[in-house]
Nanobody, 115 residues
Framework: QVRLVESGGGLVQPGGSLRLSCVAS????????MGWYRQAPGKQRELVAG???????NYADSVKGRFTVSRDNAKNTMYLQMNKVNPEDTAVYYC?????????WGQGTQVTVSS
């Protein structure tokens, strides 16, 4: 079964750090464009960061300089390093993988930034 599974979410204090992971199963991970999205209560899902099969990255303006997306094709895993988080980063974070044929979503992981 084709799957994306996120982990690493939780409660973190403002100014703290968190690392999310997304592990892919049963896909040719290296050819996929991968991305992290988030959805806060009452808001639309938005792109946080993306990384292409070649390693090019892009970020939402709100996270530039604080978040870093990376991938390890040998481990079929994508990461999101979140630094200097603030309460506006509170959301469910979703992993997405796109190829010419498929568009796959994970189930999401909750990130809550609060003191």
């Amino acid at each position: 079964q084709v799957r994306l599974v996120e982990s690493g979410g939780g409660l973190v204090q403002p100014g703290g750090s968190l690392r999310l992971s997304c592990v892919a199963s049963r896909i040719n991970f290296s050819i996929y464009t991968m991305g992290w999205y988030r959805q806060a209560p009452g808001k639309q899902r938005e792109l946080v960061a993306g990384i292409t099969s070649g390693g090019s990255t892009n970020y939402a303006d709100s996270v530039k300089g604080r978040f870093t997306v990376s991938r390890d094709n040998a481990k079929n895993t994508m990461y999101l390093q979140m630094n200097k988080v603030n309460p506006e980063d509170t959301a469910v974070y979703y992993c997405n993988g796109r190829s010419l044929t498929y568009n796959i979503w994970g189930q999401g992981t909750q990130v809550t930034v609060s003191s």
